[in-house]
């Protein structure tokens, strides 16, 4: 008997079963995800602009307060701009503790910060 004996038929049968494990995980359907009680009732995001709610995010907020939203290119003088022309048509429509001019405010603020931090990046 020779010391190179290798057993091919436990080999064939390691690799058959090998291969059905494999195709069984490839073809068997993803089981449904159950979901609990908790998953249901995870705390949404409170975005708040001068202590008031909103319910988007700031900078799509501050965008669209200052008509900048969806516009390709956004530079300082953009922002200065309608910073402007929304900053005279607010002021005369509202008053009162927080109004819509204190929005438009933040929003510039906001807006240029980001608009210099990306710009110095580049």
Same mark, same amino acid.
């Given at each position: 008997?020779?010391?190179?004996?290798?057993?091919?038929? #436990?080999?064939?049968?390691?690799?058959?079963?090998?291969?059905?494990? @494999?195709?069984? #995980?490839?073809? =068997?359907?993803?089981?449904?995800? !159950?979901?609990? !009680?908790? $998953?249901?009732?995870?705390?949404?995001? =409170? %975005?708040?602009?001068?202590?008031?709610?909103?319910?988007?995010?700031?900078?799509? %907020? %501050?965008?669209?307060?200052?008509?900048?939203?969806?516009?390709?290119? @956004?530079? $300082?003088?953009?922002?200065? =701009?309608?910073?402007?022309?929304?900053?005279?048509?607010?002021? $005369?429509?509202?008053?009162?503790?927080?109004?819509?001019? $204190?929005?438009? @405010?933040?929003?510039?603020?906001? #807006?240029?910060? =980001?608009?210099?931090?990306?710009?110095?990046?580049?």
């Amino acid at each position: 008997m020779s010391t190179d004996y290798i057993p091919w038929g #436990l080999l064939l049968l390691a690799g058959a079963k090998l291969l059905s494990y @494999i195709t069984d #995980l490839i073809t =068997q359907p993803e089981k449904a995800v !159950e979901h609990t !009680e908790t $998953d249901n009732n995870k705390k949404q995001i =409170q %975005y708040l602009v001068n202590g008031n709610p909103i319910n988007k995010p700031h900078h799509v %907020y %501050y965008l669209q307060i200052l008509g900048l939203l969806g516009k390709r290119y @956004i530079t $300082d003088t953009n922002i200065k =701009q309608a910073t402007k022309n929304n900053f005279e048509i607010a002021r $005369d429509m509202e008053t009162g503790s927080c109004t819509i001019a $204190d929005h438009i @405010i933040a929003a510039r603020y906001f #807006l240029l910060d =980001q608009w210099t931090y990306c710009s110095s990046k580049n």
